[in-house]
């Protein structure tokens, strides 16, 4: 729960760094109350987020990028998991692009050491929940990614938006007359 | 026979595939291929030596031996044993938690979330096929490694069972959801069936009449086991008729 305001301030140390001994605009950044209050605003929108590694946004890549949810979750629609996108998909861009952001510096870091980013996951259920979740059939079934994860189009790292629980599968797949059979998702 | 598979066959909804199995034993060796096979297939760990000796190991299915005459003259006759999914299972009233039910599609359904482990269904199943984990399951280094991610593993204090590889039906059906088409005969193959060199095992929905299971239980060599007791198997064992 504390983890983003620090990964926040760890992320503004080097800049705020320059900013004091050259340049300006990081100067101005550090004393405007208006920025000072964005970046609380920031803060407290992203203080359910898990810390992640990299200060990740899924609005930089869906509004600047203009990708789609399966561009990187690429099992969303078709299999089982929707999947995490390995480090050489986002090095495809970001060889080229963006290379001076101080986040995607650490990310070329990673692939520097031929690392994978190690994420925190943020949906799933324990292994003892014994529960069989699968992708495929919802996007068959037409039922947007927000109905079960929220806006994340709106999100940087991602925040666990929408909590799964057995009440809220059966609930819409009563409403949609979908299966209730235990065994549907139990085994 | 043939009477009974029909009738059984014809009280699933309509569309709804009612699975069953038939057992040839006229080709079974007792190889025991089917008994590796499904321990793979469903995470059913060893139970070790302390434990075995103590008559705690787990099989999903396991084979039968029947000896005939006597040595030398000896002939052996197999049987391969599983959860016969009964639609009349006496597991399944004696469960205080409802854990234990039959599903649309006739299979013997175990809720391990459910269960709350006072095995009385192991101790009322006629066919001794249903197993309590005493411990939680281990795998040493590096078998936790293969282990389906499929299949849920079951953690101690709950009962399990054989369940006709529910998940294999499950993705089967996706996968043919996916490719926009019905599910067709032989599409779904238990790991038991699919590994029996033997092929003396056959799996599908007996409410299907082309099916090959349905033609099976309709060739009047189709038997159940412990018949008279009236738990009405979905598992059906083809022999000789004499």
């Known amino acids: ?187 | 026979m043939a009477e009974q598979a029909t009738q059984q066959a014809e009280q699933g909804a309509e569309r709804t595939p009612q699975w069953a199995m038939a057992i040839d034993l006229d080709r079974c060796t007792g190889c025991e291929a089917c008994v590796v096979a499904c321990a793979s297939e469903n995470n059913v760990p060893t139970a070790g030596e302390d434990q075995a000796a103590m008559g705690r190991t787990k099989h999903w299915i396991r084979i039968d031996r029947y000896y005939e005459g006597e040595f030398p003259d000896i002939k052996v006759k197999y049987r391969p044993v599983m959860c016969q999914q009964c639609d009349e299972a006496p597991c399944e009233p004696v469960c205080p938690v409802n854990a234990t039910y039959q599903n649309a599609e006739g299979l013997n359904v175990q809720i391990y979330n459910r269960c709350i482990g006072t095995r009385y269904c192991a101790n009322n199943c006629p066919y001794t096929v249903r197993f309590f984990n005493w411990f939680a399951p281990e795998w040493a280094e590096p078998l936790n490694l293969q282990l389906n991610p499929d299949v849920s593993i079951r953690p101690s204090g709950v009962v399990e069972k054989c369940t006709f590889c529910a998940h294999k039906i499950k993705r089967a059906k996706l996968d043919a959801d996916a490719d926009g088409r019905d599910l067709a005969d032989g599409d779904v193959q238990p790991a038991c069936v699919q590994s029996c060199p033997a092929e003396a095992m056959v799996f599908g929905d007996m409410s299907d009449a082309d099916s090959k299971v349905a033609r099976q239980l309709g060739s009047g060599r189709a038997g159940q086991l412990l018949e008279s007791l009236g738990t009405k198997p979905r598992v059906f064992y083809l022999e000789k008729a004499d």
């Open chain 1, 1 to 187: 729960m504390k983890g983003k305001p620090a990964a926040r301030a760890s992320r503004l140390g080097p800049a705020s760094a320059a900013g004091l001994s050259c340049t300006s605009l990081w100067g101005e950044f550090l004393v405007s109350p208006a920025m000072l209050l964005a970046l609380l605003l920031l803060v407290v929108q992203t203080a359910s987020a898990a810390e992640q590694p990299i200060g990740f946004s899924h609005t930089a890549h869906i509004e600047k990028a203009r990708m789609q949810c399966t561009d990187c979750h690429e099992g969303a629609t078709s299999r089982d998991s929707a999947g995490l996108p390995s480090i050489r998909k986002c090095m495809l861009c970001h060889q080229f692009i963006a290379t001076d952001l101080p986040e995607v510096v650490r990310l070329s870091e990673y692939w520097e050491r031929k690392r994978e980013v190690p994420w925190e996951r943020i949906y799933g259920f324990a292994k003892t929940a014994a529960v069989q979740f699968r992708h495929a059939p919802h996007a068959r079934a037409e039922i947007a990614c927000s109905q079960c994860h929220g806006d994340v189009a709106s999100m940087t790292v991602a925040v666990k938006a929408v909590t799964h629980t057995m009440g809220s599968c059966i609930q819409c797949h009563r409403e949609n007359s979908a299966t209730d059979d235990c065994l549907a998702c139990h085994y």
